[in-house]
């Protein structure tokens, strides 16, 4: 089965530095990945995805990530963070013979004013 | 639109009590997965059901059984609890379409569950 590994259990950052969130994935087949986002006491929310055609991809609140076959990695980046974008951050990848969407254990990201 | 709804929010159990948390969607999907989240360890799926009528395991399904009992609702039972299944568990959907290999699932808000 597929698998996935977050680099980064914590990124501390300050307020409108730039980041990067790590993410290698393992298969054999073909994948589709995403990365989520979650608040604390909510549920994980989709900030983009990749599933074909351009490497890079472009998500809600300004994240984007690029997908690098060679490398498996599909690194998350924001050019300036908010206050606001302190969260935990998942990065999943499903592939195209199963069901089975596997997640890293997240990355939580803390932006300091 | 409420999307996808978990009751209950909070639960304690003492060990060997059985619970069935319950999950509901309205956005039409086919596919419904329960997951469980530990620290470090991100989410792990335990069952998920592709379509109304089909369920199949996951990654870690040992000590937990499932019912899709309609297209809506996919509900998930601990039938005696133990203190490893302490846990915050979610439930998702995904569609529109069979399976999830290209549709991002939807989540709930969680269950936080703890078992003494």
């Known amino acids: 089965a597929q698998s996935v590994t977050q680099l980064d259990s914590q990124v501390p950052v300050f307020e409108e530095a730039p980041v990067e969130l790590r993410c290698n994935y393992s298969?054999?087949?073909?994948?589709?990945l995403f990365w989520y986002v979650q608040y604390p006491n909510q549920g994980l929310q989709l900030l983009l995805k990749?599933?074909?055609?351009?490497?890079l991809v472009k998500g809600i609140n300004g994240f984007e990530a690029e997908f690098n076959k060679s490398q498996t990695s599909f690194h998350l980046r924001k050019p300036s963070v908010h206050i606001s974008d302190t969260a935990e951050y998942f990065c999943?990848?499903?592939?195209?013979?199963?069901?089975?969407?596997?997640f890293g254990a997240g990355t939580r990201l803390t932006v300091k004013p | 639109n409420a999307g996808v709804t978990q009751t209950p929010k909070f639960q304690v159990l003492k060990t060997g009590q059985s619970m069935t948390l319950q999950c509901a969607q309205d956005m039409n999907h086919n596919s419904m997965y329960w997951y469980r989240q530990d620290p470090g360890m991100g989410l792990r799926l335990i069952y998920y059901?592709?379509?109304?009528?089909?369920?199949d395991k996951g990654e870690v399904p040992n000590g937990y059984n499932v019912s899709r009992l309609n297209k809506r609702e996919f509900s998930l039972r601990l039938e005696s609890a133990a203190p490893s299944q302490t846990s915050v568990y979610f439930c998702?959907?995904?569609?529109?379409?069979?399976?999830?290999?290209?549709?991002?699932?939807?989540f709930g808000n969680g269950t936080r569950l703890t078992v003494t």
């Open positions: 298969s054999s087949v073909s994948v589709y």
């Open positions: 059901s592709a379509s109304e009528g089909t369920t």
């Open positions: 998702a959907s995904s569609g529109p379409g069979q399976g999830i290999y290209n549709s991002p699932l939807h």
């Open positions: 990749y599933l074909s055609g351009s490497t």
């Open positions: 999943a990848v499903s592939a195209s013979n199963n069901n089975d969407m596997r």
